[in-house]
């Protein structure tokens, strides 16, 4: 009688025990929208973000309340290309996933900034470790807070029209 109750048990734990999947690896998402006239893609070949369009990138959180609302999730190459025409990268735009989670983690090396470029939104590139270099343009007059908060960079020349920092 022991025997049994012992084989049912058994096998009634056996049957309670939910088999999970593992995890399903976080999609790569090749392009998007990060601004009412601004887009990004992005090219697994050479591991190259491209933002493109006309005007500013969107900002990733509420201002009044200092909340995350998007994410405006970027798939973050190696290499990042903002091309000529956007005026501002927006708060939060290339975050490094650690920071906050949702996001796929990049490794950001270099980061390519146009003439049209004018701000550079709060913790834009937070956590980029890996970027070591930027140039910014003469046009720049505005970088938010911690703009470039953890990152790899050693030092920045900034331009003689940047009016505001932080």
């Given amino acids: 009688m022991k025997r049994a109750i ?15 999947p593992p995890p399903a690896k976080a999609e790569i998402t090749s392009s998007g929208q990060c601004g009412d006239n601004v887009w990004w893609e992005y090219d697994s070949e050479t591991d190259t973000t491209r933002v493109f369009g006309t005007g ?11 909340l995350i609302i998007g994410p405006v999730s970027i798939t973050v190459g190696k290499h990042v290309i903002v091309e000529e025409g956007v005026t501002t990268i927006g708060a939060l735009a290339f975050r490094k996933q650690g920071f906050f989670a949702v ?3 990049h490794n950001m090396q270099t980061v390519s900034l146009p003439d049209s470029l004018e701000s550079i939104g709060m913790h834009a590139f937070v956590g980029c470790v890996e970027l070591r270099e930027v140039i910014l343009p003469e046009t720049v007059h505005t970088i938010g807070i911690g703009a470039f908060c953890n990152t790899g960079l050693t030092s920045v020349f900034i331009p003689q029209n940047v009016t505001t920092i932080g």
Avoid at 6 to 17: A, D, M, N, P, V
């Fill in 6 to 20: 012992s084989i049912f048990l058994t096998l009634l734990l056996l049957f309670s025990i939910q088999i999970t």
């Fill in 56 to 66: 500013p990138m969107w900002n990733n959180f509420v201002p009044d309340w200092d």
């Fill in 103 to 105: 996001l796929p983690p």
